[in-house]
């Protein structure tokens, strides 16, 4: 995207690295970008920003922090009460301001460690408190690298302001669990990000948009959705990351005509850092995107039982409840849908108890879902709560997760493959115009605070978990004719 010469570089924030993890155009469009074009904040990003505040409430009362607060709105005001707060020696220190140079920043707390610096026998480390986990990975130990890094910003702000650098940082995430962080590992990643971010304010790195599934959290993402279907932008085919959008654009392909014309070639040329297979799958998106019509590339085989479960979970994630279980049984003669909802948070377990109690009756059946969602939370559910082992596991020894089979099996003319979208391309509709679980989440909420007057908010909620199960159904059937079709062709063989 062409730009003018930037007036003036603005200060850089930790706010801007972690969003400049996220997607980099988003950091130069909250910069430099027309604010007209931004979408609203929705009822959810407001609430998620509400939970955010409440949760940083609650982990400095769990933890028994007594934290010196800084809550003047003037930056320079609050950079110097904090420089007062640290040279006194305050344990911690909540939302104070730190500025150094072209960099700014508002840590979430400060605290007061043993060890010299411009201060006498103290200094502060950075502590951040998020409300998602610390880890990107848990078993692998691999930390959240947008979180790290926001430390490491920290960490060099102080060494400007102390005199000397913390090597240490910490995490008190969603479950309030106190992650220690050693800073070094990081410190290359975290130097090349500032430069980049540099490069990006200083005109020197040119930025444009590159559609994600990241995009569905960005208030930049009608104009950015806009920009991409005017250009025909490559990075609408799905997989299209951003490294893998700059090698094909090196390699003369920018758009998603011109991906799916190398399909028209004999062979296939290669690109930096895409491989063949991968290639391919890009480039059979990109022909199916201009088709308008979902393919499928090779027969799926799904068992033949008497009894089909298309089961499909509700969650509230800040107060992580599960809910609601829905299910479709579908057998020859039809089918029906059960739900069983906690109506509060504290019948959570009674609702998973009589779940169980329903499946443990059945027998000679298969189970479909979408994507390893439900699987995870039952796993953790089993956890907090008892279940016979051996009903779990057959529970999903005897399942599909249609997901896969979308992936590995499909391609769909649409960038995302949620089993809203890909169901909305074999014509299935919702009875809400923008349905998610997020918005039953909120909806959710809302009914459990006034359960006497929230039947209207209840039903809604168990149509949309009953239409994620039907629509699973027309997946299901749709990838069974299809792979009919193919199974002729199979068995004739080539010529
Ligand atoms: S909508 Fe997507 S591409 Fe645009 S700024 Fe946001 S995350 Fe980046």
């Known amino acids: 995207m062409g730009r003018k010469p930037l007036p003036k570089m603005p200060a850089i924030t930790a706010t801007h690295i972690y969003d400049y993890l996220m997607c980099p155009h988003r950091v130069y469009l909250d910069e ?20 955010g505040s409440t949760h940083e409430e609650e982990a400095l009362e769990r933890l028994g922090l007594d934290v010196c607060r800084v809550d003047l709105a003037d930056p320079e005001e609050r950079e110097r009460e904090t420089f007062r707060l640290m040279k006194k020696g305050e344990n911690f220190i909540y939302q104070g301001g730190l500025s150094s140079g072209s960099m700014r920043g508002r840590p979430d707390l400060l605290e007061k460690t043993e060890g010299r610096s411009r201060f006498g026998s103290h200094f502060y ?3 951040e408190l998020k409300s998602g986990s610390a880890y990107q990975d848990e078993d692998a130990g691999t930390l959240k690298e947008h979180y790290v890094l926001q430390l490491s910003f920290y960490a060099d702000v102080l060494e400007q302001l102390q005199g000397t650098k913390p090597e240490n940082g910490k995490i008190i995430d969603g479950e309030f669990r106190v992650v220690p962080v050693e800073l070094a590992p990081f410190e290359l990643d975290y130097a090349q990000r500032l430069s980049e971010i540099r490069a990006l304010f200083s005109g020197e790195m040119p930025s444009e948009p590159c559609i994600g ?10 104009y950015c959705l806009d920009w991409a279907k005017e250009r025909d932008d490559v990075s609408l085919v799905r997989r299209v990351s951003r490294p893998r959008k700059e090698s094909l654009k090196k390699g003369g392909i920018s758009t998603v005509g011109a991906l799916a014309d190398l399909a028209k070639k004999k062979s296939l040329p290669s690109f930096d850092r895409i491989s063949t297979g991968a290639l391919q799958q890009m480039v059979r998106r990109a022909v199916v995107i201009k088709q308008g019509k979902p393919v499928i590339n090779s027969p799926v085989e799904l068992p033949v039982v008497e009894l089909e479960l298309f089961f499909d979970i509700e969650t509230e994630p800040w107060e992580d409840v599960c809910y609601l279980y829905g299910v479709v049984e579908r057998r020859k003669d039809g089918q029906r849908f059960l739900s069983f909802f906690a109506d509060s948070h504290a019948d ?12 443990s009756g059945m027998e000679n059946y298969h189970m479909y879902h979408y994507a390893p969602y439900e699987r995870r939370i039952l796993a953790q559910l089993s956890e907090r ?20 089979v979308v992936e590995r099996h499909t391609d769909w003319p649409s960038h995302s493959y949620s089993i809203k979208s890909v169901s909305k391309s074999l014509g299935f509709e919702y009875s809400e ?15 459990a605070q006034n359960p006497e007057t929230g039947g209207a908010l209840k039903e809604r909620i168990i149509q949309y978990n009953k239409e994620d199960c039907e629509a699973m159904i027309v997946l299901k059937d749709w990838l069974v004719a299809k792979s009919r079709e193919l199974e002729p062709s199979r068995r004739k063989g080539p010529g």
């Open 32 to 51: 430099f970008g027309d604010k007209a074009l931004m979408d609203e904040e929705s009822d959810f990003q407001r609430l998620l920003w509400e939970r």
């Open 125 to 127: 480390v950075p502590v």
């Open 213 to 222: 599934s990241i995009c569905g959290q960005c208030h930049w993402q009608t």
């Open 348 to 359: 959570e377990e009674r609702t998973w108890h009589a779940f169980w109690e329903y499946i």
């Open 385 to 404: 709560y008892s279940c016979d082992p051996e009903l779990f596991r057959t529970f999903f020894a005897n399942s599909t997760d249609l997901y896969r």
């Open 433 to 447: 115009p923008d349905p998610g679980g997020l918005k039953a989440a909120m909806w959710y909420q809302d009914f």
